[in-house]
């Protein structure tokens, strides 16, 4: 299978050099200094208690690429505008696009482009992060994805990208309701981040505070009842899990917009927070928490210019 991954970053950058390493034909699409090293020197993962480099084709240039079987999507989502577009030369008669990103928008984004019928939704569930230019670092063990059809029938596409990614040690979900898995991701990663990057606090460490577990509820059940009115069956059970999955994290560890927040860098605050009150505008659910989250984080959107 030939695969190009759109955003060779710390999720993107991880998934291709496992990839690599069990022999998929993979080329990254990166830029700058961080280009110039995989060039180089190749793509080093630094795992928990070992690491390897991985030799991968890598190139700022969608053209030299041409038509793959796959296109792993997984830029920040504020790049979409440019980056959407941007893949054009690597998506043929055949090619399917797998979206990592997140937020539960980012396949209908691509689907307007490129037609709905060559997007598989996905997520990621990998903390990873670029260290150095031509490093990465995975945090979280094993890589995991979850993606499917929308319409929940394993097609002979996807199994074919869950066996390929399986096989390259990616612990592959091949999910039967793509869209309810995007919005469970959401009742916990949207309340960790927008409430952990305003307080400028670890999540885990809002959690401890006298008032924490009340708030950190109360923001869940606000996704979880915008969830619901767009037709995705939740329960008492999936609000349970998503607080439970806050307050285990360990003291310290940092969300990735509350880390691009304290970095001065643009906070894909439309796909974490934004999308919680606009799709509550439009179904009529009151979302006051996320209203605020969203006025307070918005005059960082575009972070600091001298960092970007």
Not at 6 to 11: K, P
Not at 20 to 44: E, M, P, W, Y
Not at 133 to 160: K, L, W, Y
Not at 236 to 243: C, S, Y
Request: net charge negative.
């Amino acid at each position: 299978m030939k695969i190009a991954i759109m955003g060779a970053g710390g999720i993107g950058g991880c998934y291709g050099a496992l990839l690599a390493a069990a022999g998929s034909d993979v080329t990254l699409i990166a830029r700058g200094a961080h280009l110039a090293a995989i060039q180089q020197n190749g793509l080093k993962l630094i795992e928990k208690d070992s690491e390897f480099t991985a030799k991968v084709d890598a190139t700022d240039s969608p053209s030299k690429v041409g038509p793959v079987d796959l296109v792993i999507f997984s830029v920040k989502t504020y790049q979409n505008a440019i980056a959407i577009p941007f893949i054009k030369p690597m998506v043929g008669k055949h090619s399917a696009i797998l979206t990592i990103q997140n937020g539960v928008e980012s396949a209908e984004e691509i689907g307007n482009e490129y037609g709905v019928g060559r997007v598989l939704p996905g997520s990621a569930y990998v903390i990873s992060n670029i260290e150095a230019p031509g490093v990465v670092r995975q945090r979280s063990f094993p890589a995991r994805v979850a993606f499917g059809e929308p319409d929940g029938n394993a097609t002979q596409r996807a199994i074919d990208v869950q066996k390929e990614m399986s096989q390259a040690g990616i612990t592959t979900e091949l999910s039967d309701d793509i869209v309810r898995a995007l919005w469970s991701k959401a009742m916990y990663n949207s309340p960790a981040n927008g409430l952990a990057s305003a307080a400028r606090l670890a999540p885990k460490d809002l959690v401890e505070t006298p008032e924490g577990p009340t708030l950190f509820k109360s923001a869940i059940k606000e996704v979880a009842a915008v969830a619901s009115a767009s037709g995705v069956n939740i329960g008492d059970n999936d609000i349970q899990r998503a607080f439970d999955l806050i307050a285990n994290r360990p003291m310290g560890a940092k969300g990735s917009m509350q880390a691009d927040l304290e970095a001065g860098r643009p906070l894909e605050l439309e796909a974490m927070v934004g999308f919680v009150g606009r799709i509550g505008r439009q179904l009529n659910v009151p979302t006051p928490i996320f209203d605020v989250l969203y006025t307070v984080l918005l005059p960082h959107v575009n972070g600091h210019l001298e960092n970007n």
